[in-house]
């Protein structure tokens, strides 16, 4: 089949995808964008996490031919101008970057959490982040690197 959608702004059009295709290896292999992370592909770790018109799913239990004519956005357009968004740099500065796995998906899940909540508290940012799992368990930095954030002008 084919699939129109827009990534990060950019139009697509691709041919011959799978009937099964998940959306997490459209954008790998097909786009190429490989921010967004295959951990897991059953949902439970958050390593893929993505915005489907404006809503944070994880790519691998989407199937590619279900964003016919949708926006998804992936971690890479973050921060549009090709700069760091305050979320990266944050994560960089509170040194809540490990082997690095995980982070993309965390940095979209905790953009979606800021965008609804810019100013959101312990346990708020614990239940928001808990589908987002680090196997390098450095989920201290992690925190500190999201109320970081939050303390800075974002978009
Ligand atoms: S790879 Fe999608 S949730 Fe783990
Ligand atoms: S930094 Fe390694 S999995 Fe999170």
Known sequence: MRVNLTVNG???SVDHVWALESLLDFLRERVGLRGTKNACEQGECGSCSVY???VLVCSCLVAAGQVEGRSVVTVEGL???????PLQQAFVEAGAVQCGFCTP????AAHCLLAGDPDPDD????????????RC???QKILDAVYMAAQRPSD
């Open 105 to 108: 998906g965390m940095i979209v």
């Open 10 to 12: 950019v139009d697509h």
């Open 52 to 54: 489907v018109d404006g």
């Open 123 to 134: 346990l708020t940012v614990r239940e928001q982040l808990s589908g987002n799992l680090c």
């Open 137 to 139: 368990t450095g989920y």
């Open 79 to 85: 921060a549009p101008d090709g700069g760091m968004h």
